[in-house]
């Protein structure tokens, strides 16, 4: 099982529909955990990280759940400049870096 | 410009040439990295620096590369005898000790081997 996997899409979606994506980690034992937005030819950026608790912020709300190892994002009324690829990251403990680890991303393309 | 900076954005080289790239993390941060990401695929970690230590090194990081941060605070990235493969972006990332707040990436140098 890969350290973390994503389902790489893409997805289409009409804008101000709502999207969700999963993402699965394999190592039970990490405690972070992130999702990047990447845009075509440019670097990650975080978006947000994700607590045990789930979290929001504004349209984006994201989850974990330890049981399952997954963690997900829904994004509420999409807008066209949320198309994008989503790289969901985890830490891999023990690592000297913290170990965080990206997945390959699942790419979202919201249509007029 | 308080973010990460990487030079040269683009670099183009005939295999078997030397490459080096540079990175200058954000100031307070004292931890580094250095990723590649080939098209289609999520970063890939390559190494990591606490201040001037460098830490970690993955698999990935062939005897043909090597990284510095001599003063903990800029780091160099070199690749020697490049090959076809190694045509990627290289993402330089910093962050503080605590890494709960996720890593800030410079814009990456694009290398294509020619």
């Known amino acids: 099982r890969k350290e973390v996997e994503q389902d790489p899409g893409p997805f289409n979606v009409p804008e101000g529909a709502t999207v969700a994506f999963n993402c699965t980690y394999s190592?039970?034992?990490?405690?972070?955990f992130f999702w990047y937005r990447q845009d075509c030819r440019k670097e990650p950026k975080l978006l947000m990280s994700?607590?045990?608790s789930g979290n929001e912020d504004g349209r984006f709300t994201a989850q974990l759940n330890r049981a399952s190892q997954y963690i997900s994002l829904l994004i509420r009324d999409s807008k066209l400049s949320d198309s994008a690829t989503y790289l969901c990251?985890?830490?891999?403990?023990?690592?000297?870096?913290?170990?965080?680890?990206f997945g390959k991303g699942t790419h979202l393309i919201i249509q007029p | 410009d308080t973010g990460v900076s990487q030079d040269p954005r683009h670099k183009i080289t005939k295999r078997g040439q030397n490459v080096t790239f540079r990175c200058d993390p954000i100031?307070?941060?004292?931890?580094l990295y250095w990723y590649r990401q080939t098209l289609g695929q999520g970063p890939e970690f390559l190494t990591y620096?606490?201040?001037?230590?460098?830490?970690?090194k993955s698999r990935l990081l062939s005897d043909r590369f090597s990284a510095e941060r001599p003063k903990g605070s800029f780091s160099t990235l070199e690749i020697q005898r490049t090959e076809q493969g190694d045509s990627a972006m290289y993402l330089c990332?910093?962050?503080?000790?605590?890494?709960?707040?996720?890593?800030?990436f410079g814009s990456g140098t694009r290398l294509t081997v020619v």
């Open positions: 190592n039970s034992a990490s405690q972070s």
């Open positions: 100031s307070e941060h004292n931890r």
């Open positions: 994700v607590y045990s």
């Open positions: 620096f606490q201040n001037e230590a460098q830490l970690e």
């Open positions: 990332a910093s962050s503080k000790a605590v890494v709960n707040y996720g890593y800030t």
């Open positions: 990251v985890v830490n891999r403990p023990g690592g000297g870096a913290d170990g965080l680890t």
